[in-house]
């Protein structure tokens, strides 16, 4: 099948709203209990349904699946398990058709220890890919070359017989990281993506963006005193939350080779979207990473994905912050993903409380992330200790119990064995409660969270000023939380009522229409006085005609 050429307006990702699948989760096609490209393609007219603009597809690529895809082993091939590169061309045929882009996950910043490149690396230190990897002495006594600790826990670098050196990976041993100061690697890379932009992608999620390089010199990272500490990128339980990451990523080097990314994206008008994963300067390196028309269009950081809960004046906080260190940026925000708790469990979520965040989430300035089953209001699925796949969560198990509680498959037919994802027994079990929360159930349910986000999605793209609009006058008044979007002609003054409590507040002076009747959006008085209820916004429109 011949590459399908998509046409894209300039800017097309600046407020687009992009829905994350999970493949191994999304659709069994092949009947072997796990998700595929094939499924993808079946579930498509349903993505396209929710008014979403784009797809992105977690990693299907070769891989020994030690960490689920996230370790590559050929970035040119398509895992049997996942099906065949026709498959994939069936899924940007039919994707493009329903017009929908599609973005896939690019791991750059570290291979799996069974790629062929690492493979030559490791045998010798003298041949054509010796560089190509973070290799290092040890120290005289034997010992590791930096303090630096993986992400996944323990420290970063791992002994090879072979070479009698120590060779660096941020994440399991059997993903070591590529070596970012080799041109060679650089190119490589690039070519990685020209041949996916080629078969017809829109455009990337870019995993661990900034890990790309690491400290030349090979310094140590300073220790993070106990009070500086948060768990907002990795669990409270793992060392690695004990340094501030400035030697082993956040390198300023990642700002050039990201340039490059930006410069072959735009021959193709394709967008990238970059995982940020820092506790600390997670912004700060957002709005570095997405400044200007020379590096990438958008990034997320983790300050929604994590925490408790999210009242009013977190918002207001965050968005203070991005004014301070990434005004200039881009943020694509998200509340939950493939890596992190649901966000209906996280922050402990009544059905009312859900909606209301969905409608804070489309007037929010940025671009979009919903992660599959979000939408269905899919709460957390506790997952047996004998039924875990992540290392990760073996790992830390039981203080952590890793990512699989938000990776189980996508419940589509209560009715059904598996609730329809497959006929075969999936790869992590379906958990109960998600059966009645089934996509047939909830598009038979007036009152299911499913029409709130399609009623969502439409309004916002009905509005120029939520799309892409400035962000000004953010405010909390009580767990009230306000701010104006603007864009042209167009204002737009939103309240949101994060609270069990009713709360009143007084509306500035003005013409003021409410819009968004169908997402919950209630009126001011005449007197400008503004009764919200429990859960509830107001949405006003600035009428300048009158």
């Known amino acids: 099948m011949a590459p399908t050429v998509f046409q894209k307006e300039a800017g097309w990702w600046k407020g687009a709203v992009i829905y994350q699948i999970y493949p191994r989760s999304f659709q069994d096609a092949s009947g072997d209990g796990i998700g595929d490209l094939l499924g993808i393609v079946h579930r498509l007219p349903?993505?396209?349904?929710?008014?979403?603009?784009?797809?992105?597809?977690?990693?299907?690529?070769?891989?020994?699946?030690?960490?689920?895809?996230?370790?590559?082993?050929?970035?040119?091939?398509?895992?049997p398990m996942f099906g065949s590169l026709a498959d994939f061309d069936q899924v940007i045929a039919t994707a493009h058709a329903y017009g929908l882009k599609v973005m896939i996950d690019l791991v750059l910043s570290h291979t799996s220890d069974q790629h062929p490149w690492f493979k030559e690396s490791r045998a010798s230190?003298?041949?054509?890919?010796?560089?190509?990897?973070?290799?290092?002495?040890?120290?005289?006594?034997?010992?590791?070359?930096?303090?630096?600790?993986?992400?996944?826990?323990?420290?970063?670098?791992?002994?090879?017989?072979?070479?009698?050196?120590?060779?660096?990976?941020?994440?399991?041993?059997?993903?070591?990281?590529?070596?970012?100061?080799?041109?060679?690697?650089?190119?490589?890379?690039?070519?990685?993506a020209r041949f996916w932009l080629e078969r017809g992608v829109d455009g990337f999620r870019l995993d661990t963006i900034n890990y790309y390089f690491h400290d030349k010199e090979l310094r140590d990272n300073p220790a993070l005193p106990k009070a500086e500490r948060n768990d907002k990128t990795a669990p409270s339980v793992n060392p690695y939350n004990h340094q501030l990451h400035v030697y082993d990523k956040n390198r300023p080097e990642n700002l050039e080779f990201l340039k490059k990314f930006r410069s072959l994206m735009d021959v193709y008008g394709a967008a990238a979207v970059g995982e940020v994963g820092d506790s600390h300067r997670g912004l700060e390196i957002l709005g570095e990473y997405t400044r200007g028309t020379e590096r990438m269009q958008m990034s997320y950081a983790f300050d929604f994905l994590s925490g408790s809960s999210m009242p009013a004046a977190t918002v207001a906080e965050v968005f203070g912050e991005v004014a301070k260190v990434a005004a200039d940026g881009w943020v694509c925000w998200a509340y939950s993903n493939h890596d992190v708790e649901r966000h209906i469990t996280r922050w402990g979520l009544t059905p009312a409380a859900a909606r209301t965040y969905v409608s804070l989430m489309i007037c929010l300035r940025g671009?979009?992330?919903?992660?599959?089953?979000?939408?269905?209001?899919?709460?957390?699925?506790?997952?047996?200790?004998?039924?875990?796949?992540?290392?990760?969560?073996?790992?830390?198990?039981?203080?952590?119990?890793?990512?699989?509680?938000?990776?189980?498959?996508?419940?589509?037919?209560?009715?059904?064995?598996?609730?329809?994802?497959?006929?075969?027994?999936?790869?992590?079990?379906?958990?109960?409660?998600?059966?009645?929360?089934?996509?047939?159930?909830?598009?038979?349910?007036?009152?299911?969270?499913?029409?709130?986000?399609?009623?969502a999605l439409s309004f916002r793209r009905g509005h120029a000023a939520l799309r892409v609009g400035e962000i000004t006058d953010v405010t909390v008044e009580g767990e009230v939380l306000s701010f104006r979007r603007t864009e042209g002609r167009e204002t737009i003054l939103c309240f949101f009522n994060l609270s069990e409590e009713p709360a009143t507040v007084t509306v500035?002076?003005?013409?003021?229409?409410?819009?968004?009747?169908?997402?919950?959006?209630?009126?001011?008085?005449?007197?400008f006085q503004l009764y919200l209820g429990p859960w509830q916004p107001s949405i006003l429109l600035l009428d300048t005609e009158h």
């Open 367 to 455: 671009s979009l992330c919903l992660y599959q089953g979000e939408e269905l209001g899919l709460p957390e699925a506790d997952i047996a200790f004998e039924d875990l796949q992540d290392p990760y969560g073996v790992e830390f198990w039981p203080e952590f119990k890793g990512r699989d509680g938000c990776r189980t498959p996508m419940p589509w037919d209560q009715t059904q064995v598996n609730a329809g994802f497959s006929p075969a027994r999936p790869w992590l079990p379906v958990p109960s409660p998600h059966y009645p929360l089934a996509v047939t159930s909830a598009e038979g349910d007036p009152a299911a969270l499913l029409h709130h986000y399609r009623r």
């Open 125 to 192: 230190r003298d041949n054509p890919r010796a560089d190509w990897y973070v290799w290092a002495e040890p120290k005289p006594d034997g010992t590791v070359p930096t303090n630096w600790q993986s992400q996944f826990g323990g420290t970063s670098w791992h002994w090879d017989a072979r070479r009698e050196q120590y060779y660096l990976h941020n994440f399991l041993t059997s993903q070591p990281d590529l070596n970012f100061h080799n041109p060679a690697v650089q190119d490589a890379l690039l070519d990685v």
């Open 46 to 79: 349903y993505v396209a349904s929710l008014g979403v603009d784009a797809i992105w597809i977690s990693p299907f690529f070769t891989s020994p699946m030690k960490d689920y895809g996230y370790d590559v082993s050929d970035y040119y091939n398509v895992d």
């Open 508 to 527: 500035p002076p003005g013409n003021w229409v409410a819009i968004g009747g169908e997402i919950g959006s209630t009126r001011p008085t005449p007197d």
